[in-house]
T-cell receptor, first 117, second 115 residues
Framework: AQKVTQAQTEISVVEKEDVTLDCVYE???????LFWYKQPPSGELVFLIR??????QNEISGRYSWNFQKSTSSFNFTITASQVVDSAVYFC??????????????FGTGTRLQVFP | DADVTQTPRNRITKTGKRIMLECSQT?????MYWYRQDPGLGLRLIYY???????NKGEISDGYSVSRQAQAKFSLSLESAIPNQTALYFC??????????????FGPGTRLLVL
């Protein structure tokens, strides 16, 4: 069975601190995809990144970076120099590969990040 | 204009009432999904549709039904609403190749309160 675990329910930091959100996944698929979504206080879900299981290169986008490690089944998300606008709930999600035949997303329970000025 | 729209955005209803949530998309995607979000539980899949003729149950389909009226429209119905269906409901779309790599794009959500 597929599963995504976000053990950090809530994190609070002060502006300009770096923060890492953890994501651990379980799957038997050899091909799979990992995603991060952001849900700001307004409620919508915003797509941040997609990573496939064959690409373990880390990704950086501005203040955001992602560390994918198959050896530990983790796909962690780091925000550098956090800002108040980063306050949101962040979801990690997993999509099975061809063996599941669908694009169904399995979501973690989310991590609420609060950035204080 | 938003690519994925949901109506209504907020709804209050009473136990036993029938209610329909609607989703429309202009992305030209074949696949559409309905999820519900409950505090502390993340998002859970209710139903999904690969095309107009193909509808599938998700993880928590009991108490819900869906209709795919066209490629661009996917409606979720609660035939007899109950209080534990109070949640935030999301519609999503993806281009869909069956290989799992397609990103799902979400609508703005509908907040439903069942009294």
């Amino acid at each position: 069975a597929q599963k995504v675990t976000q053990a950090q329910t809530e994190i609070s930091v002060v502006e300009k601190e770096d923060v890492t959100l953890d994501c651990v996944y379980e799957t038997r698929d050899t091909t799979y995809y990992l995603f991060w979504y952001k849900q700001p206080p307004s409620g919508e879900l915003v797509f941040l990144i997609r990573r496939n299981s064959f690409d373990e290169q880390n990704e950086i986008s501005g203040r955001y970076s992602w560390n994918f490690q198959k050896s530990t089944s983790s796909f962690n998300f780091t925000i550098t120099a956090s800002q108040v606008v980063d306050s949101a709930v962040y979801f990690c999600a997993l999509s099975g590969g061809g063996s599941s035949g669908t694009d169904k997303l399995i979501f973690g329970t989310g991590t609420r990040l609060q950035v204080f000025p | 204009d938003a690519d994925v729209t949901q109506t209504p955005r907020n709804r209050i209803t009473k136990t036993g009432k029938r209610i329909m949530l609607e989703c429309s998309q202009t992305k030209g995607h074949d696949r559409m999904y309905w999820y519900r979000q409950d505090p502390g539980l993340g998002l859970r899949l209710i139903y999904y549709s690969f095309d107009v003729k193909d509808i599938n149950k998700g993880e928590i389909s009991d108490g819900y039904s869906v209709s795919r009226q066209a490629q661009a429209k996917f409606s979720l119905s609660l035939e007899s609403a109950i209080p534990n269906q109070t949640a935030l409901y999301f519609c999503a779309t993806s281009r869909g190749t069956g290989m799992g790599e397609e990103t799902q794009y979400f609508g703005p959500g509908t907040r439903l309160l069942v009294l």
